[in-house]
């Protein structure tokens, strides 16, 4: 079993939220000001407060600090990460929450990433914020965290850039291929630093998960509302899951030139497909057609449809998420006729059960060398202690 948080983030989601949760949940704050204190920065404050709102018990985070405006880079606050004495954990997974923000920003912005000025997220108590609950999670011994679908309000915020429209540019940004709703509430429900933390390290749930709860905690923003606006964090002990982050996309053609197929299947990899295929099917009134069957990672998904009802005649996909399991993987190499060869080893229980030398490494060595293919892959199996499965001429006494 895993232990991992839950987060509801359907009420809204901030940085000192998420953080506020994590200490409701028991979380030790003295330990965690401690870890805090390593970043060696000034001027700050952490000062929990257990209050009830909207009928319900939970915690503010209360973090403040006297720093006035400030615009740090990206590298400024990688600087400030990597040069305290924090665990390597908590460091990498700090800077990986602010290099997907000043990726976001930058593309707001037209920039490249190292040239976003951080304004109110570059500020002492943002920094805080992110590398707290960094901290919160190597503390609280969690290993993984999942978070349902955004919530989106109306209305304006006002920035160093001026007022800007809600959801906030970088927050769109963020979760462009995430579930999101627009609750039709005016306020922001959803911060820029709340949304960095739960894409950059977290998982969306798409699909039901069982888990078994141990215990619950609430998180606070600073913002009041006519409205309930919190979030919930759960403690659970979930059961290890398989990757859930693909989809499967598929299409019926029945009147495209055989020709063009080749040239979908090689261009739909160079858009992000990690498998294509086709399959001769017979549809609707005994035409023979062809399925068209695509697996690609969420992310890819505009790209892959956008190829689809470019370069094919579908008028129409379906698409659905898969669940994937991997064999653990490992690398090496052999030297067959003095030429490296990769080798593919699949890993069950930390047993290997499929040894493959690499395709188009054997390939390479027979043109090279102008010696059949199937010799080559049959020594590379030999070598790397594979039975060999092809009916090749023995050549295991040659001198290699």
């Known amino acids: ?26 979380l030790d704050v003295n330990a965690l000001r401690r870890e805090l204190e390593k970043l060696g920065l000034d001027g700050w404050d952490m000062s929990p407060v257990r209050e009830v709102k909207y009928g319900i018990c939970g915690t503010s985070a209360r973090i403040s600090c006297t720093e006035g405006p400030v615009h740090r880079t990206l590298s400024d606050i990688t600087g400030i990460i990597e040069k305290s004495p924090l665990p390597e954990s908590i460091r990498n997974k700090s800077i990986a929450v602010f290099t997907r923000l000043a990726k976001a920003e930058a593309g707001v912005h037209g920039l490249s ?32 965290f999942y978070f349902n679908e955004f919530c989106f309000g109306s209305g304006t915020v006002q920035s160093q850039h001026g007022e800007l429209p809600l959801p906030a540019p970088a927050v769109v940004q963020l979760t462009r291929n995430y579930t999101a709703v627009w609750s039709g509430r ?18 969306q749930m798409r699909a039901p998960m069982s888990f078994t709860l141990l215990q619950s905690g609430t998180g606070f923003g600073t913002r009041s509302y006519t409205y309930p606006s919190y979030t919930r964090a759960m403690l659970a002990e979930t059961e290890p899951r398989a990757e859930s982050d693909i989809v499967l996309l598929e299409c019926n053609v029945d009147d495209m030139n055989p020709q063009i197929y080749p040239h979908v299947i090689e261009l739909l990899f160079q858009r992000g497909a990690l498998d294509a295929y086709l399959t001769p099917v017979i549809m609707k009134k005994g ?51 003095d030429e490296e060869v990769r ?17 188009e490494d054997c390939k390479r060595i027979s043109e090279l060398k102008n010696i059949p293919l199937k010799e080559i892959i049959n020594e590379a199996a030999r070598k790397s202690g594979k039975k060999p499965v092809y009916n090749a001429l023995n050549s295991s006494d040659e001198k290699i």
Do not use: W
Not at 6 to 24: E, P, T, Y
Not at 302 to 319: A, F, S
Not at 345 to 357: A, D, F, K, M, S
């Open 343 to 359: 080798i593919k080893t699949g890993y069950l229980n930390g047993e290997p059960v499929n040894i493959q030398p690499e395709y």
């Open 1 to 26: 079993m895993n232990r991992s948080v839950i987060f509801d983030i359907r009420l809204g989601a901030s940085g000192d939220m998420l953080l506020g949760s994590l200490i409701d949940l028991g």
């Open 186 to 203: 005016d306020g922001e429900q959803t911060t820029p630093t709340a949304a960095a933390i739960l894409t950059a390290l977290g998982k």
């Open 287 to 337: 035409r023979p057609g062809t399925l068209i069957t695509v697996i690609a990672p969420n992310e890819s998904l505009d790209r892959i449809k956008d190829l689809i009802y470019r370069e094919t005649t579908t008028l129409g996909t379906r698409v659905s998420p898969v669940v994937r399991e991997k064999l653990e993987r490992g690398f090496s190499t052999v030297r067959v006729f």
């Open 113 to 144: 990433a190292d040239k976003v000025h951080f304004h109110e997220v570059g500020a002492v108590d943002s920094i805080i914020d992110i590398t707290g609950f960094c901290a919160a999670l190597d503390l609280l011994g969690v290993e993984k």
